[in-house]
């Protein structure tokens, strides 16, 4: 296995437009979670699944964002309308309730230019 | 509220210097912390975790961190850093759910040969 994967690594979008990326955890991982990173800052919680069940949204997460695990497995993010504070590194981690032992597993990132 | 800061944003040592890297954190119940590494270009990787027992951990690469309950800090240590270690840094706390993790906003760390 080779890690968390995320797909695209870059987007560039105009405003108002949707865009969706994609997440691949490890695949024995059940738990998914995504981040967003902007300049100078720590990644910021977005969302938690545990299999496919969507357990915890943060207040960052708003109405235009969703974000879905179908099958316990890879996991989606849709950003509708965007704008240009959207711009960010959205990341996506996983781990299997194990986190005392080896932590979360992040993806490298899909960075998301909002012009 | 949960949070975690870190003190320093940007450090600039020399190789072989020793290096530390504070992190506090404010939250008063039992404690998971971490501290990640993320080298340029490349995703963030574990460098080692608090969750209970020795508060002094060591990690890969020579790291270790101390927690100090008293001081809410878990501080991140070197005794003598290489160019490669030059990245940025950052703490993080689990949140009380056990759902999330809460970070701080990283410290960049440049070390010259």
């Known amino acids: 296995d080779t890690g968390v994967s995320q797909d695209p690594r870059h987007k560039i979008t105009k405003r108002g437009q949707n865009v969706t990326f994609r997440c691949d955890p490890i695949?024995?991982?059940?738990?998914l979670y995504w981040y967003r990173q902007t300049l100078g800052q720590g990644p910021e919680f977005l969302t938690y699944f545990q299999n496919e069940a969507q357990l915890e949204k943060s207040r960052l997460l708003s109405d235009r964002f969703s974000a879905e695990r179908p099958k316990g497995s890879f996991s989606t993010l849709e950003i509708q309308r965007t704008e240009q504070g959207d711009s960010a590194m959205y990341l996506c981690?996983?781990?299997?309730?194990?986190?005392?032992?080896?932590?979360?597993?992040f993806g490298s990132g899909t960075r998301l230019t909002v012009v | 509220a949960q949070s975690v800061s870190q003190h320093n944003h940007h450090v600039i040592l020399s190789e072989a210097a020793s290096l530390e890297l504070g992190c506090n954190y404010s939250y008063g119940g039992t404690v998971n912390l971490f501290w990640y590494v993320q080298y340029p270009g490349q995703h963030l990787q574990l460098l080692l975790k608090y969750f209970s027992g020795d508060p002094l951990v060591k990690g890969i690469k020579g790291f270790e961190a101390e927690f100090i309950k008293s001081k809410f800090s878990f501080n991140l240590r070197k005794p003598s850093v290489q160019w490669s270690d030059t990245a940025e840094y950052f703490c993080a706390l689990r949140n009380q759910a056990g759902t999330a993790l809460i970070f701080g906003k990283g410290t960049t760390l440049s070390v010259s040969s």
């Open positions: 695949s024995e991982h059940n738990r």
């Open positions: 981690a996983s781990s299997t309730g194990t986190e005392h032992l080896y932590g979360y597993t």
